[in-house]
């Protein structure tokens, strides 16, 4: 049913560790988000991509990095993890063109790092 | 600074009643305004959108009310049920880099519990 799929869905780990969330997305979408989501609920963009090698960093500073090599692939990479990475990270995609579209996210990835 | 002002954070409906969501926003370049639902352990989905040239917009249960002049929208969800438990966010969106870009502010969020 999902048409944007986020692995893992939960992932604990030491500090230090390099990892990468992987965000893919089956409805052709130009344009892909991702969002850090804590506790308390709000969402702050980190990184958002127009399209194939289009990247830019969000409103929320975040050491994370991310690529578009493939229209359907989003991944985010923290070369470093640290206790204050830890939280619930979400993809979205949204149409192409120019007007504005609802998103569709996928069903985030858990990140505990110890 | 919130640029999209949601209230209340927490909201408690007995089943049958009406749940109602308040959002607010300064930026006269938003022109989409959607709402989200999440349930726990999944991502944010579309419940509905509305853009500013209607003033309501009715799916089943849920409405949108929006107000240009006063700067407001709302979600009404009608005959609530325990499954519309959940929380609910606002989002203002606009259009940068003449259509390159589509830049989403989200309100805080809103807990609903609907009980029995």
């Keep these: 049913e999902a048409d944007i799929y986020q692995t893992p869905r939960y992932l604990v780990i030491g500090t230090g560790k390099k990892i990468t969330l992987e965000c893919s997305q089956t409805m052709g979408h130009d344009k892909m988000y991702w969002y850090q989501q804590d506790p308390g609920m709000e969402l702050h963009l980190i990184h958002y991509s127009y399209g194939v090698n289009s990247t830019e960093k969000g409103d929320l500073s975040s050491e994370s990095t991310v690529s578009r090599i493939r229209t359907e692939h989003f991944p985010l990479t923290l070369e470093s993890a640290r206790p204050s990475h830890t939280s619930q990270y979400l993809c979205a995609s949204s149409e192409s063109g120019t007007a504005n579209y609802g998103y569709t996210f996928g069903s985030g990835t858990r990140l505990t790092v110890v | ?116």
């Design chain 2, 1 to 116: 600074q919130q640029q999209v002002k949601q209230s209340p954070q927490s909201l408690i409906v007995q089943k049958g009643g009406i749940s109602i969501i308040n959002c607010a926003y300064e930026n006269t370049a938003f022109d989409y305004f959607p709402w989200y639902q999440q349930f726990p352990g999944k991502g944010p989905a579309l419940l509905i959108a509305i853009r500013p040239d209607v003033s309501e917009k009715k799916e089943g249960r849920f409405t949108i009310s929006f107000n240009k002049s006063a700067k407001q929208f709302s979600l009404h969800i009608m005959d609530s049920q325990p499954g519309d438990s959940a929380t609910y966010f606002c989002a203002a969106s606009e259009i940068w880099n003449s259509g390159g870009y589509q830049k989403v502010t989200f309100g805080i969020g809103t807990k609903l519990q609907v009980i029995p």
